[in-house]
Structures are given as C-alpha cells and as structure tokens.
T-cell receptor
Framework: KAGVTQTPRYLIKTRGQQVTLSCSPI?????VSWYQQTPGQGLQFLFE???????NKGNFPGRFSGRQFSNSRSEMNVSTLELGDSALYLC?????????????FGSGTQLSVL | GEDVEQSLFLSVREGDSSVINCTYT??????LYWYKQEPGAGLQLLTY?????DMKQDQRLTVLLNKKDKHLSLRIADTQTGDSAIYFC??????????FGGGTRLMVKP
C-alpha cells in the first residue's frame, strides 16, 4: 500500500508569490491534515479536511488555505509568500475522524522563500 | 493553551537503553503518540498509548504514562545507530488535531 505522497519535494519561491502544494493520502483514507514545521516554532497544525470539508483549523493567517477533492487528494495554497513561510510542510492522512485513528505522514514539501 | 515539552538532546552509546521524556498539559487527551523523524524525512509513527493505560510494550519500545503528572516516556532498549533521529511526542486535542513537543534529538554513539 502506497504511503502519503506529497509533491513537489522541494520548492523555491520569492516573496509575494503564491504556491500550491499537493498531497495524496493513503488509499482508503478520507481525512487529510496539514502541518508546518519550522526550527523556531516546531510542528504546528494548519488544517484538516474530511469529505471535501474543512473540519478544523489552526492559528494561521488567511493567506494559508486548502481544499480537498472528491478522491480525497488535497492541496494547500499559500498566497503573498513571506520569508517566514519557509518551512517543511507535512501532510498526514487517516481513515476517519475517530480519535483512535492514527495519523500517517508524508515526507513533506520543503518550501524556501527568498 | 496546550504545551508539550521535551528535552532537546540525548546522547547514548550503542547497546544502551535510551529514555526520552515528555510532559503534556491537556488532561483530556485520549491518545499520546511517539513519532520519529530522520533527516530530510517526514514523521514515522512509532507507537502510541491510550490514556487509560500505564504502559505499552512493542518490541524494543516501551511507553510509560503517568497521567497524574502528565508525563510520558519512551524507552528504547538496545539502542542502535539507526535509532539516531529526532523523536516527537504528541497529544491529541479537541478536534483531534495533534499538538507536538519540540522534539528530542537522539544521538547514538558506536
């Protein structure tokens, strides 16, 4: 069974640009979550999608948005990029929203904003 | 708010046991997790414990939970060089999002 797949693996952008990251969950998983990892702030929750609906959102500005498609694949968009958005963006999937469902992570997209 | 804390660094010799500690604050967490992150990689789920358990053993890994003190530990027996990585503990909060600790970098010396 394939794991969580994130593309691209690396991205370099400049300030003010926008970026879209993609995540394909494990087959059969309907929930996709996004996390940001930085050396200073650690791992922080961005949002979670289930059945194409955002179910939970972390404390990030509106420049960070996401969506989920009917096949459970998800995209995350960051507009008007800032230097501080440089981070490893991790996607995770689980089968349902039950609290005993484990989260499985992809390898991440490393975003560098210059 | 929730805050999960871990020590930054641990160094052990190959073959010794490693113990990584974590304190958490959300007493309503139902599950607590340990994840491993190797350089340039995502997070690998190592093990987890349900909040009504005190201990869970899984091969070389032993998780101990002291719910009264909100203290979680991960013991790795017979630590190998391949265990060198960053280890994160995490608790699930309302809405079932995970709050992670800052990570403990484990260095295993041959």
């Amino acid at each position: 069974k394939a794991g969580v797949t994130q593309t691209p693996r690396y991205l370099i952008k400049t300030r003010g640009q926008q970026v879209t990251l993609s995540c394909s969950p494990i087959s059969g998983h309907r929930s996709v979550s996004w996390y940001q990892q930085t050396p200073g702030q650690g791992l922080q929750f961005l949002f979670e999608y289930f059945s194409e609906t955002q179910r939970n959102k972390g404390n990030f500005p509106g420049r960070f948005s996401g969506r989920q498609f009917s096949n459970s694949r998800s995209e995350m968009n960051v507009s008007t990029l800032e230097l501080g958005d440089s981070a490893l963006y991790l996607c995770a999937s689980r089968r349902t929203l039950r609290d005993d469902e484990k989260l499985f992570f992809g390898s991440g997209t490393q975003l560098s904003v210059l | 708010g929730e805050d999960v804390e871990q020590s930054l660094f641990l160094s052990v010799r190959e073959g010794d046991s490693s113990v990584i500690n974590c304190t958490y604050t959300d007493s309503s967490s139902t599950y607590l997790y340990w994840y491993k992150q190797e350089p340039g990689a995502g997070l690998q789920l190592l093990t987890y414990i349900f909040s009504n358990m005190d201990m869970k053993q899984d091969q070389r890994l032993t998780v101990l939970l002291n719910k009264k003190d909100k203290h979680l530990s991960l013991r790795i027996a017979d630590t190998q060089t391949g265990d060198s990585a960053i280890y994160f503990c995490a608790e699930n909060n309302a809405g079932n999002m995970l709050t992670f600790g800052g990570g403990t970098r484990l260095m295993v010396k041959p």
